[in-house]
């Protein structure tokens, strides 16, 4: 997990122990950054850096999820640079389209749910 948020870090962070998973919290100020993220299998970026996340930075076949959204010159990036990434990585989310819509979709499910329970009580 790159990034130390309450939004998105620790809240990743938690919902990943959860499921049993071994998680590490790095930040942008993380001595050696570009090591942590080479032992990652599954690498998680919210730190708010455009393309901060290389392509020599990912193992081979890891998943990279980019959940960073940042407005440059070049229009809207995200934490992890999508050219170089895409090369090595098994998987990744593109910014934008990537994590965006389905934070959309679930805030609508659950404003839903919570309606509909007002309405039974």
């Not at 998680?23 to 730190?47: G, P, R």
């Amino acid at each position: 997990m790159i990034g130390r948020s309450n939004l998105n870090g620790k809240a990743m962070a938690q919902l990943l122990l959860q499921e049993d998973c071994t998680v590490t919290i790095t930040h942008s100020k993380t001595k050696d950054l570009q090591h942590e993220c080479l032992e990652a299998d599954v690498i998680v970026a919210a730190v708010g850096i455009p393309e901060l996340i290389k392509g020599n930075w990912v193992k081979k076949d890891a998943i990279v999820i980019d959940v960073g959204i940042n407005k440059t010159e070049n229009g809207l990036v995200g934490d992890v640079d999508f050219e170089e990434v895409s090369k090595v990585a098994k998987a990744l989310t593109p910014v934008p389209g990537g994590v965006g819509p389905m934070t959309i979709a679930c805030l609508l499910k659950n404003t839903i749910e919570c309606f509909k329970r007002t309405l039974n009580n």
